[in-house]
T-cell receptor, first 109, second 114 residues
């Protein structure tokens, strides 16, 4: 079993839609949860970082962590064509860290 | 700051040849990571360094892979001999700590082994 599972998509939505991206993980020891965005032919860039459970909001982006269900989500409101990218979740204990395989998102104008 | 710098950006080589990938981390970052990304396996951690010292190389696939960090501003990943299954995008990342909140990735080196 992989440490973190992520639906690869692809996901295609119209501009303005709300997007929900999700990952599940297997080990309750993970405390740090990140979302990275990767544009085509670029390196991943950190988008959101949360520690432990709860929500974190940054503009149109909201990261949500449910440790009881071992489930993390990234919500994108009012999606824009510029949000078209691959989104990777990442989890860490502080000493061990794993990336999801990424979900490809296309926002259609 | 120019960010993490990797070279070359693209490398095409024949099977059996030696390949050396280079990375210059962001000044002040004490961790350096080498990742490999493929469609099938996603992003895989190969090795990481802390203060120039290799900490975990359990992700290095075979003895054909080796990595060095002779100083705080330079690291290399070498594949010798290269094989077609090594074809992937190799990323170098640097950061502060292991939690992942302060990592910066380079643009990657796209390696094709024919």
């Amino acid at each position: 079993q992989k440490e973190v599972e992520q639906d690869p998509g692809p996901l295609s939505v119209p501009e303005g839609a709300i997007v929900s991206l999700n990952c599940t993980y297997s080990n309750s020891a993970f405390q740090y949860f990140m979302w990275y965005r990767q544009y085509s032919r670029k390196g991943p860039e950190l988008l959101m970082y949360t520690y432990s459970s709860g929500n974190k909001e940054d503009g149109r982006f909201t990261a949500q962590v449910d440790k009881s269900s071992k489930y993390i989500s990234l919500f994108i409101r009012d999606s824009q064509p510029s949000d078209s990218a691959t989104y990777l979740c990442a989890i860490s204990t502080g000493n061990q860290f794993y990336f999801g395989t990424g979900t490809s998102l296309t926002v259609i104008p | 700051d120019a960010g993490v710098i990797q070279s070359p950006r693209h490398e095409v080589t024949e099977m059996g040849q030696e390949v050396t990938l280079r990375c210059k981390p962001i000044s002040g970052h004490d961790y350096l990571f080498w990742y490999r990304q493929t469609m099938m396996r996603g992003l895989e951690l190969l090795i990481y360094f802390n203060n120039n010292v290799p900490i975990d190389d359990s992700g290095m696939p075979e003895d054909r892979f080796s990595a060095k960090m002779p100083n705080a501003s330079f690291s290399t990943l070498k594949i010798q001999p290269s094989e077609p299954r090594d074809s992937a995008v190799y990323f170098c990342a640097s950061g502060l700590g292991l939690a992942g909140a302060e990592w910066d990735f380079g643009p990657g080196t796209r390696l094709t082994v024919t």
